[in-house]
């Protein structure tokens, strides 16, 4: 039995993950702004007052965290912005780098005390973060703050490998979320693709960019 630590737990691609993992047998703590009744249905544990996005959300996620050893992070908290060269909004694309970039980052670096000697860290990020694979633009919060956080997805792949601790950044597909607009796959097939690929992390693939379903992605 694992224990496996999921943000933005509440809803969508987060509560599908503690869902199946729970399922499964591992301990799961869910994090999160607010429970929802759905989180609440799981039985879970449950931390809530998370923002990612703020140091101090970050510390309440630490400090109830206390004595606890997590064998495998899920940074999945994230946002969506909607914005065109002609409709820019600078305070939406601030936060959507605050959650989506910097939030993996400082939740990484609060609970490498927690983590397990073989621990996985894993990034909930999305092929729209990929040069290589923009041809349609716009989408500029969304994209600018998901190829930061492949940036530092790989860069604390590098520092942590010594530690033993691999990463694994990871698209879940267009899956159909709340986010979306109920556009995509199932939920359910998008989590066991993404807990397939998190069971698979070595070492030898950390720093990695995988769709779900287990394909290379490009940079």
């Known amino acids: 039995m694992d224990t496996v630590l999921i943000t933005g737990a509440n809803r969508g691609i ?18 999160c702004r607010e429970a929802s009744p759905e989180l609440e249905a799981l039985q879970v544990e449950i931390i809530t007052g998370v923002d990612v996005a703020t140091p101090e959300g970050v510390n309440t996620l630490a400090d109830a965290l ?22 820019l909004d600078f ?30 860290v894993a990034i909930i990020t999305s092929r729209m973060g990929s040069i290589a694979d923009n041809t349609s633009g716009s989408m500029y919060g969304y994209r600018m703050s998901k190829a930061a956080v492949n940036m530092a997805g790989v860069s604390l792949a590098l520092d942590l490998k010594p530690r033993g601790i691999a990463v694994a950044l990871l698209h879940p597909g267009m ?38 379903n287990g394909d290379a992605l490009p940079w």
């Open 14 to 31: 987060g509560l599908e993950l503690a869902r199946q993992l729970a399922r499964r047998g591992d301990r799961v703590i869910a994090a």
């Open 66 to 87: 206390q004595g606890t050893t997590l064998d495998i992070l899920i940074n999945n908290a994230g946002i969506l912005r909607r914005e065109t060269l002609d409709h």
């Open 91 to 120: 305070e939406g694309i601030s936060l959507q780098f605050e959650v989506n970039a910097l939030g993996p980052l400082r939740v990484t670096h609060a609970l490498l005390p927690r983590l397990a000697s073989a621990a996985k």
């Open 175 to 212: 899956v159909a979320t709340e986010m979306t607009g109920g556009r995509g796959i199932p939920v359910e097939e998008s989590a066991q693709g993404l807990i397939a690929r998190i069971d698979a992390l070595t070492l030898d693939t950390t720093g990695a960019f995988l769709h779900a």
